[in-house]
């Protein structure tokens, strides 16, 4: 949406601290263990933009709870399964060879939208080791969050959404729809009987430059919105507003819980 359609559709600017109001009032509380999805043109016109909404997202849950966000970077992969667009064969060799190794301080995120890459670039903020499926955390247990990111099965048992399940933490989907939570893919890897697929990117082992393949499997959000939709059923979702996004907040562990049941009874 280009900004003078957000601006119009704007009663007020949003600021950081009429966005910090209206995140707690959606149940966000400091000490809280979160992980935000986010839209930033969904909020309407911010004063400040995404750095007004990370900041709003601090002053909220404050270092004394963790924020955290996915900082994916799909495009440091396998050249011979891009598709949107793909690039001549004769290129993979040469993309292998010379692709930058991912680097959790410089390696931007791809259509993660502007508060996770304002975020990621925050003060104090960490993020995992994964070359396409990072995630960045900011508080208490930032390290704990990030730390031994698995290069196989990435989003399973040795990532962050595992970590996070162990905190007992809560997902905010700021404007955005449940094809967003990422914490599903965890009940994807619980539930097991997904296709292994081989995967590779370039990455920084004992500091030299190496192209890495891995195993993962091949996960699929598509199911995603109907496994919310009848997650929200249960009563266990809390909608609110913040600006003028509809928010979702909901805990992490019931959602991830529930999704694997929904996977069981509903096999692909």
Same mark, same amino acid.
């Not at 900041?55 to 970077?73: E, F, K, R, W, Y």
């Not at 995630?135 to 969050?145: N, R």
């Not at 619980?190 to 004992?206: D, F, H, M, S, T």
């Given at each position: 949406m280009s900004e003078s359609k957000v601006i119009a559709s704007t009663s007020s600017p949003r600021t950081r601290q009429s966005l910090a109001t209206d995140l707690f009032n959606a149940g966000l509380n400091s000490s809280m263990t979160v992980i935000v999805h986010s839209s930033l043109s969904s909020l309407g /016109?911010?004063?400040?933009?995404?750095?007004?909404?990370? %900041?709003?997202?601090?002053?909220?849950?404050?270092?004394?709870?963790?924020?955290?966000?996915?900082?994916?970077?799909?495009d440091l992969s396998d050249p011979a399964i891009w598709e949107t667009p793909p690039v001549p064969r004769e290129w993979w060799t040469v993309i292998r060879e010379t692709m930058p190794?991912?680097?959790p301080q410089v390696t931007p995120t791809r259509g993660m939208g502007q508060i996770v890459e304002t975020f990621r670039i925050c003060e104090n903020v960490l993020r995992s080791s994964h070359p396409q499926l990072s995630?960045?955390? /900011?508080?208490?247990?930032?390290?704990?969050?990030i730390a031994n990111h698995s290069l196989d099965y990435s989003l399973g048992e040795n990532s962050p959404l595992a970590r996070l399940y162990d905190l007992?933490? /809560?997902?905010?989907?700021?404007?955005? +729809?449940?094809?967003?939570?990422?914490?599903?893919?965890?009940?994807?890897? @619980?539930?097991?009987?997904? %296709?292994?697929?081989?995967? +590779?990117?370039?990455?920084?082992?004992?500091? %030299? @430059?190496?192209w890495q393949w891995f195993t993962d499997i091949d996960i699929d959000n598509d199911c995603f919105e109907e496994i919310g939709e009848a997650f929200e059923e249960t009563g266990r979702v809390q909608i609110s507003t913040v600006g003028s996004a509809r928010t979702k907040l909901f805990n992490m562990r019931n959602a991830v819980d529930f999704a694997v049941t929904w996977l069981r009874d509903n096999p692909r």
């Open positions: /016109w911010v004063c400040g933009g995404s750095v007004a909404v990370v %900041q709003a997202l601090m002053d909220v849950i404050t270092p004394d709870g963790n924020l955290v966000m996915p900082t994916h970077s799909g190794a991912f680097d995630f960045a955390a /900011w508080g208490k247990d930032a390290e704990k969050i007992n933490a /809560w997902v905010l989907l700021l404007g955005v +729809g449940y094809e967003n939570c990422t914490s599903f893919h965890l009940a994807e890897y @619980r539930v097991g009987g997904g %296709q292994e697929v081989k995967k +590779g990117a370039p990455i920084l082992e004992a500091g %030299q @430059r190496v």
